[in-house]
């Protein structure tokens, strides 16, 4: 463990042997930082994946340089399908120790892998359009475009949970506890999972329950018992009658059956015969007002389903199109990689973004994830400023050797990736002026005075607007992009002005300022 005021190695006492600082709390928040990375390290262990996000969130709130903690919740999201956010957190990770990081060997075995870096990315488009149609409630078209996806990476936990909720919200009860079971495979103690299946264990007991009654039938003048299967019901209190009232019974049962046969059966079954037929015409005709109300249905389907697919081809050339999430993607990547490879100049890097359309990438755009949004600003952060710094040295070199022309296309590509910059600004007047564009430059002075009152270049400006005397003294290197210059090196620019206007004389005295001043001259 080092200090964290001058980087020295720590002993077991809660002082710094070297500086003297009261390390005591840091020690305690470093070993915090690491119980909880110790922790993570044995819930991703039994495939406990969302506990370990949590306590590995945990240990970076301690300490976030523990580039340990941030490498391992990289692999975590990668094993979860969140590969975006891995990449993130690789990044961050690259950039607190760009040597001996393992996060170079994660990032290059993924970025040799174009086919696998395919295959994700199809993912994402499909999760985010399956989202979408969740959204709208087109449910089976989500479970369709989910289905697919869970089929080409097995390891996307949020489509597996997104295809639980559409089963869920269908009532296919035993389609979502596979699904959910499948899901809890990766991640074992995955809240929303549980809770989940707790929920669809609890609608099919429910279903299983809800049976019929049984009914017990009584009769007051029999009584009944069970022979197997069968139950008998047998009359008493029924006395025995002889064969010949047995015979004239049946004989006049014959003659009553005959003649109800023919007085009340027959045309009975007749009267049915035709009410059978007129209730077949009607079926049919309802049949078939249903069939053509069902086609009109079918057409109306067909005319949505056929806006949806012009829909979906508008989107799809949002995504494929030189400004598309695509190719948004590509660059990021591409200048992510070229920072890492050459971070002391940023100018390449610089110019892999310049391709992104920045309205492209906000959060709120559709098919752009938060973690993209946010890696996307962090590298604007950086390779902008280190860009415009890089381009306003070189161009105020070449405005000290007098090459005009050469520092006009610099300067202005730093007062691109730095407006705040009034000493990129006033710069790029002056080589207009020396350049034989007056007026380019004159409307750049003034833009510089409106926008920097108070900057000792704005002072300078109107000196010349006033004046019409051509600003001859050498660019000073020094100094912050975005900021104005004060104190020693405003009265050291101060001299070299003056020096440069005093003639051949000033120049031979004045060291180098006054030869910069006869260069230009």
Request: charged fraction near 25%; aromatic fraction near 8%.
């Amino acid at each position: 463990m080092r200090c964290y005021r001058c980087g020295a190695t720590l002993s077991n006492d809660d002082f710094c042997t070297a500086c003297g600082a009261d390390v005591k709390l840091y020690k305690r928040i470093v070993k915090l930082s690491n119980s909880f990375y110790n922790e993570a390290l044995r819930k991703a262990k039994v495939r406990d994946l969302s506990g370990a996000v949590e306590s590995l969130k945990q240990s970076l709130k301690c300490n976030k340089n523990n580039v340990e903690a941030r490498n391992l919740l990289g692999l975590v999201y990668f094993e979860m399908g969140e590969t975006v956010q891995a990449l993130s957190e690789w990044i961050i990770s690259k950039n607190i120790r760009p040597k001996k990081n393992i996060a170079d060997d994660f990032m290059a075995e993924l970025q040799d892998n174009t086919g696998k870096l395919s295959t994700i990315d199809q993912t994402i488009k499909k999760y985010n359009q399956a989202l979408s149609y969740a959204n709208q409630d087109s449910i089976d078209l989500a479970i369709i475009q989910l289905k697919k996806i869970v089929s080409m990476n097995p390891k996307l936990l949020a489509a597996y949970q997104l295809l639980a909720l559409c089963y869920i919200k269908t009532e296919q009860w035993d389609r979502a506890r596979r699904i959910i079971l499948r899901a809890e495979k990766l991640d074992t103690n995955n809240t929303n999972l549980k809770y989940y299946l707790r929920e669809v264990e609890r609608a099919m007991s429910e279903r299983a329950d809800g049976g019929g009654d049984t009914r017990n039938f009584h009769h007051e003048d029999a009584f009944t018992y069970q022979s197997g299967n069968e139950t008998i019901i047998q009359p008493i209190n029924e006395r025995e009658r002889g064969s010949t009232v047995t015979v004239l019974n049946i004989i006049i049962g014959l003659v009553v059956g005959a003649a109800i046969m023919w007085f009340l059966v027959l045309p009975a079954r007749i009267q049915s015969a035709r009410t059978d037929t007129q209730n077949q015409l009607q079926q049919t005709s309802d049949e078939l007002a249903s069939r053509n109300a069902d086609i009109g249905e079918l057409e109306k389907r067909v005319e949505a389903l056929q806006e949806d697919n012009d829909k979906l081809k508008e989107q799809l050339s949002g995504f494929t199109s030189d400004s598309g999430l695509m190719n948004n993607y590509n660059y990021l990547m591409q200048a992510a990689q070229r920072f890492m490879e050459h971070p002391e100049d940023a100018k390449d890097a610089a110019e892999s973004l310049s391709h992104i359309d920045p309205s492209s990438v906000s959060a709120d755009a559709i098919g752009v994830s938060e973690e993209f949004a946010d890696l996307y600003q962090y590298m604007s952060g950086i390779v902008s400023d280190q860009a415009a710094r890089s381009l306003l040295d070189d161009g105020e070199k070449k405005y000290n050797e007098g090459n005009y022309s050469a520092a006009i296309e610099l300067l202005e590509d730093a007062v691109l990736f730095a407006p705040a910059s009034d000493e990129a600004l006033y710069y790029l007047a002056q080589s207009y002026i020396h350049d034989d564009n007056e007026s380019q430059g004159r409307m750049l002075l003034n833009q510089l005075i409106t926008k920097f009152p108070d900057s000792r270049y704005a002072q300078r400006a109107s000196e010349y607007l006033s004046s019409g005397e051509v600003d001859n003294s050498a660019a000073a290197p020094e100094g912050n992009i975005g900021t104005n210059r004060n104190g020693e090196a405003a009265e050291s620019a101060d001299t070299a002005e003056s020096a440069g206007a005093e003639g051949n004389g000033g120049a031979e005295d004045t060291g180098t300022a006054g030869a910069g001043a006869g260069a230009m001259n």
